[in-house]
C-alpha cells in the first residue's frame, strides 16, 4: 500500500483539529452511527477545557488504496518542542492559515521548522467563509513569509487550497463546489512524496523514537517513522542514545499502529509507516531503536533551549496536607522526572536542600499545564515566580527576546505601545493598520519584561486585543524593569476570614478572598491600593454592645473578590512570594510567613 505521512501546522486557533476531525469523518475512518467527540483529536481534559493543542498526536485514514498518516501538532510555541520532533517524522506539511488572520507568529516559528527540514508545505486557506475574510492578502503574506524564511524556490512554488474546516470543504478555487475535502485527499497524494524509506525495506530495521506513552497493559510505548528494513512482534532490537552508547537490548512485545482514532495490533511493521513498539523499560524520545548489527545512531532534531525556571518546592504552610496525597518532595520528584521524560523541552534540576526542584521550559503557559496537571492528579505544590534563564557570552551578560505581535482597536494603541517600549524595554519593529480599526503591533521585548504583562495588556485593551509571542533571539541584558506597582494586604493572623473584618479592609484596596475561607498568617488576602506591604487582621469581628441603635447592624455587602486563575497568580506574585498549588485552592503567601524573619530576610537581601 502506498504511504503518505504528514503534519498539519498552523497558528492557535486557525483550525487545525477541526480539519483532522473531518478528514477522519469524510475518509470514513468512522462509521456511520459512531458518536464522535468535536475536536476529536484533542482527547487530554485541559486541551478540551482551554481549546488548545498541547501534545502532538498521530491518527491515519485511507484513501484511494492509499494510507496517509496524519499528526495534529501544538499552535503554541511553548508546546514547540513536540513539533520539532514531529516535523522529523513526515514528509509533508500543510500549512492552515486563517484567511482573516493571515500568518502569525506560531505559523512563523512552525514554518521555518518546516522549510530548514526541506519539506514543501500545501498551503490551505482556512475560514474564507468568514465576513472578515481576505484570502488574497494572507496568500501574498504567506509568499512574503517563505520569501523571508528563506524558502527554496521548489518551496516557494506552493500549492493553495481554500477552505472551511468547520464545513467540511476544500477547493482549489474560491468559487469551487465546495462539497467536500476530496481536493486536499488528492493534493496530499499529489503532491507529497512518498516516504524514501520504502527503498530500505531490505536492510537492518531502525527508527528514532518521536514520541514516548505509556498504556497500563503494555507498559511504555515509544512511537516513530520506521526509516529502514521491516519490524516483526517478537524481534530482538537495541536502543541507541544521541552519542551512539547502547542504553538496552530488548524484545518486542508489541507493534501498533494508527488506523483512524484508535491503535491496532499489527504484525509486522514496513519501512516508511509510522507506528508504535512496546517491550523496551528505558530507551526514551530521540534515542535509536534498531537491530543488534546497527551501530551508529539516527540524527535527531536539536531542541531549542527553555527560556525560563520555575521553583517547585513541597507545600509548607499551616493548610499542607488537607487537600492533596501527594506531599512529599520524594513523590513531587518522581513526577517532575517523569513529565521531563516525555516532554524534551523541560528539565529538572535538584536545590541543595533536597526541597525544592528548579524546572526549566519555554513559556508561563507550559508551566502552567504542567502545574494545573499535577495539581489534578492530587499533588500540593508552592511555586515561585518565573525567573527568566541568562547566559554569558563573550564575559557580556545576555538576555531572551521574543517578537510581540499584538492586533489592538486603534484607540488603545498608545497605550499598548507605551507598556511595552517605555516600561518594559521593549523595541518597536514595526506599527501598521490591519483594518475595520485595527493595528497591527509587531517588537521585541525581553522575556522578563513579558512575565505577568497578559492580564495588564488585557485590561489596557478592555479584553479586546489580542497578543502573540515567539522566542527571537538574544540581546545585552536590558537593566532593571519595573515589576508590579502595587503591594500587598498580608493576614497577621491564622483562623477564618469575618465577612465584616473584609467589609472595614475594603478602601485599603482590592480582596482576594471570600468571607468564611481559611487564612493564616503571611497569606497574601488583597492587593493593597498603595505600593507598599500591608499587615491586616481578616478574623477581626464587630464588638458587639447591648445597645441596639437604628441602622447600626444592616448587613454588610461586600465587593466581589478578585479571582485568579493559575497562570495569573504565578505572574502576580513577586520574588518574595509564593503560590500555594492543591486540589482544590490557589492561594498567594509570602515566602516568609513570620513578619519578624520577612524583615529580617528584606533587610539581608
Known sequence: ???????????????????????????????????????????????????????????????????INIVDTPGHADFGGEVERILSMVDGVVLLVDAAEGPMPQTKFVTSKALALGLRPIVVLNKVDKPDAEPDRALDECFDLFANLGANDQQLDFPHLYASGRNGWCDND??????????????????????????????????????????????????????????KTGDTLKALSRDGEKIEQFRVSKILAFRGLSQQPIDEAIAGDIVSVAGMTEATVADTLCDTSIDLPLFAQPIDPPTISVLFGINDSPLAGRDGKKVQSRVIRERLMKEAETNVAIKVEDTPGGEAFIVSGRGELQMGVLIENM???GFELSISRPQVIFKTEGGVRMEPVEEVTIDVDDEYTGAVVEKITGVRKGDLVSMNPGGNGKTRIIAHVPSRGLIGYHGEFLTDTRGSGI??????????????????RQGVLVSIEDGTAVAYALWNLEERGKMFINPQQPVYQGMIIGEHSRDNDLEVNPLKGKKLTNV???????????????????????????????????????????????????KRMAKAS
Not at 192 to 203: F, G, H, L, S
Not at 573 to 593: C, Q, S
Request: net charge negative; with cysteine.
Open 467 to 484: 497578543m502573540n509571542r515567539i522566542f527571537h533571539g538574544w540581546t545585552e541584558h536590558k537593566g532593571a524593569i519595573q515589576g508590579r
Open 1 to 67: 500500500m502506498d504511504i503518505r505521512n504528514i503534519a498539519i501546522i498552523a497558528h492557535v486557533d486557525h483550525g487545525k483539529t477541526t480539519l483532522v476531525d473531518e478528514l477522519l469523518k469524510q475518509s470514513g475512518a468512522f462509521r456511520e452511527n459512531q458518536s464522535v467527540a468535536e475536536r476529536a483529536m484533542d482527547s487530554n481534559d485541559i486541551e478540551r477545557e482551554r481549546g488548545i493543542t498541547i501534545l502532538a498526536k498521530c491518527t491515519s485514514v485511507e484513501w484511494k488504496g492509499t494510507r
Open 375 to 377: 495539581r489534578r492528579e
Open 174 to 231: 474560491l468559487d469551487g463546489p465546495r462539497k467536500n475535502l476530496d481536493a486536499l485527499f488528492e493534493l496530499v497524494v499529489k503532491h507529497v512524496e512518498a516516504p524514501k524509506q520504502i527503498e530500505n525495506a531490505d536492510k537492518p530495521f531502525s527508527m528514532i523514537a518521536t514520541t514516548l506513552g505509556a498504556d497500563p497493559f503494555i507498559g511504555r510505548i515509544l512511537t516513530g517513522r520506521v526509516e529502514t528494513g521491516t519490524l
Open 548 to 598: 441596639r441603635a437604628s441602622g447600626t447592624d444592616e448587613a454588610v455587602r461586600l465587593t466581589p473578590p478578585v479571582q485568579m486563575s493559575l497562570e495569573q497568580a504565578i505572574a502576580y506574585i513577586d520574588d518574595d512570594e509564593l503560590v500555594e498549588v492543591t486540589p482544590n485552592a490557589v492561594r498567594l503567601r509570602k515566602r516568609y510567613l513570620d513578619p519578624h524573619e520577612r
